[in-house]
């Protein structure tokens, strides 16, 4: 990796680190910079300014979530331990959700541009999951009348409301409560 190549992955990163702790208006140019190491014209010559870093930085998140959700879903297993591995992966809960924290913001939610990898990538691991509930349904482990559609929404329904829940409590609980009334309501009968 080249010098200017490792200068735009360390801004991409402390990007990525600052938009998950602080929101898009909470990361200004001077802390991406105090964060990366840079010198101030470096983000410039890298990147347009703040709208186009956070995007790289956005799109970046948004993959490696999409990413992860796809090697679990995609994994091993009957259609429900795939959904049961994927609600009970290792996540840092207290932190939130990298990619739904993005849709408490604003500005991210007020620009298309800001908005769409967010969009598509929460819209990709609902269709995932949509897909093995419907797999699961042909297979006489889920029942013929649950909507794949509709189950999928209320798994990242859980999952968003679950970082939610714990980040209000300051514990994990309330997502792991979450969780396993989930799967609960979905175990093969």
Known sequence: MSTSESTAERLIESTRELLWERGYVGTSPKAILERSGAGQGSMYHHFKGKPDLALAAIRRTAEQLRATAEGVLRGPGTPYERIEAYLLRERDVLRGCPVGRLTMDPDVVASDELRAPVDETLDAIRELIAGIVEEGKEQGQFASR???????????????????????????????????????LLAPR
């Open 146 to 184: 649950l909507d794949g559609e509709e189950i999928a929404a209320a798994i990242l329904a859980t999952v968003q409301g679950g970082y939610v829940l714990a980040r209000a409590s300051g514990s994990p609980t309330a997502f792991d409560a979450g969780v396993r009334g989930l799967l609960s």
